[in-house]
């Protein structure tokens, strides 16, 4: 229950701190409460057109619509934020992909067996 509850709260922190997430590439603190508090307004009509279609098919669809616009605008925003790299976010990138190579590299290549009977 612990992993699961830091995992959460690892998620939530690398998405809507702008400590974290790639909106502190903008410079420009306005701009980032500008583009968290856009995101946000966006968000929320989402999900209300979601709840909304509980009860009618059509707010459902309009819903799902604008579930698929916020995604891609959120990936929009964070990719055009992302743009201009700082140096450690390279390094720290490459690190972390190379560390999920290692994770996902297969585990049964340059296994041998061990037979304690032979080797006594």
């Given at each position: 229950?612990?992993?699961?509850?830091?995992?959460?709260?690892?998620?939530?922190?690398?998405?809507?701190?702008?400590?974290?997430?790639?909106?502190?590439?903008?410079?420009?603190?306005?701009?980032?409460?500008?583009?968290?508090?856009?995101?946000?307004?966006?968000?929320?009509?989402?999900?209300?057109?979601?709840?909304?279609?509980?009860?009618?098919?059509?707010?459902?669809?309009?819903?799902?619509?604008?579930?698929?616009?916020?995604?891609?605008?959120?990936?929009?925003?964070?990719?055009?934020?992302?743009?201009?790299?700082?140096?450690?976010?390279?390094?720290?990138?490459?690190?972390?992909?190379?560390?999920?190579?290692?994770?996902?590299?297969?585990?049964?290549?340059?296994?041998?067996?061990?037979?304690?009977?032979?080797e006594a």
């Open positions: 229950m612990r992993n699961a509850l830091m995992w959460f709260y690892y998620s939530w922190d690398s998405i809507m701190n702008v400590k974290y997430n790639p909106l502190s590439y903008v410079r420009n603190v306005s701009m980032q409460m500008y583009f968290m508090t856009a995101l946000s307004i966006l968000w929320t009509a989402t999900f209300c057109g979601l709840i909304a279609g509980w009860t009618n098919v059509i707010p459902l669809i309009y819903g799902h619509i604008g579930f698929l616009f916020a995604t891609f605008m959120t990936y929009g925003v964070f990719k055009d934020a992302e743009r201009d790299r700082p140096k450690w976010f390279e390094k720290w990138n490459t690190d972390y992909l190379a560390d999920r190579a290692f994770k996902n590299r297969d585990k049964t290549k340059n296994a041998c067996r061990w037979n304690l009977e032979i």
